[in-house]
């Protein structure tokens, strides 16, 4: 257990529908993240939430879009997904981003997606 | 930019083999460096970390040093268990606390 929730676990979607992911951390932090894991590829940072306000797009496609109300839960909504966002999508918290400081990232287990 | 490099993968080895590996970073500032494990069908789990020069991190019979001279922070455990199949990811944290991640390594342990 980390403190980091994820639902749902494994989701199946077709490429017309729209669905959502759910991230909640119950740790007190204030900054969030969205990864993508795909097979045999590297980790990609998607977003960064920084006290419910994004500080980072790492240029991801319109289909996927954050939301952060506030600082424990982070969500990821999806439509007209293609299937090579099939993926593990993994949410993150971690204490903040401050300055100098330098603080380690708390994960979820992750949402496996499959687009069909 | 920052950037991580650590060992291609997989790693299979034997248990109770001596295991490392490499992991090496560019970065400006002064980074904390970070071993994260993932277990099959989890997330990542901080294994440990260092925050300056010559720093130890450690947990579970794992430790990495961090080597300011030769940009380095290699993971190492004297005795690997069955139980230490993962993938390990190797990661560095700088410029109000963005992580960049190494691509993982994978380690098989083979009773």
């Known amino acids: 257990e980390t403190g980091v929730t994820q639902t749902p676990r494994h989701l199946v979607m077709g490429m017309t529908n729209k669905k959502s992911l759910k991230c909640e951390q119950h740790l007190g932090h204030n900054a969030m993240y969205w990864y993508k894991q795909s097979a045999k590829k590297p980790l990609e940072l998607m977003f960064v939430?920084?006290?419910?306000?994004?500080?980072e797009n790492n240029s991801v496609p319109s289909r996927f879009s954050p939301e952060c109300p506030n600082s424990s839960h982070l969500f990821l909504h999806l439509h007209t997904l293609q299937p090579e966002d099939s993926a593990l999508y993994l949410c993150a918290s971690s204490q903040g981003l401050a300055g100098g400081i330098n603080y380690e990232q708390y994960f979820g287990p992750g949402t496996r997606l499959t687009v069909t | 930019g920052n950037s991580v490099t650590q060992m291609e993968g997989p790693v299979t080895l034997s248990e109770e083999a001596f295991l490392t590996i490499n992991c090496t970073y560019t970065a400006t500032g002064y980074p904390s460096l970070f071993w994260y494990v993932q277990y099959p069908g989890e997330g990542l789990q901080l294994l440990l970390k260092a925050t300056k020069a010559d720093d130890k991190g450690s947990n579970k019979g794992f430790e990495a040093t961090y080597r300011k001279e030769t940009t380095s922070f290699h993971l190492e455990k004297g005795s690997v268990q069955v139980s230490d199949s993962a993938v390990y990811f190797c990661a560095l944290s700088s410029n109000a606390g963005k992580s960049t991640f190494g691509d993982g390594t994978t380690l098989t342990v083979k009773p």
């Open positions: 939430y920084n006290f419910k306000e994004q500080t």
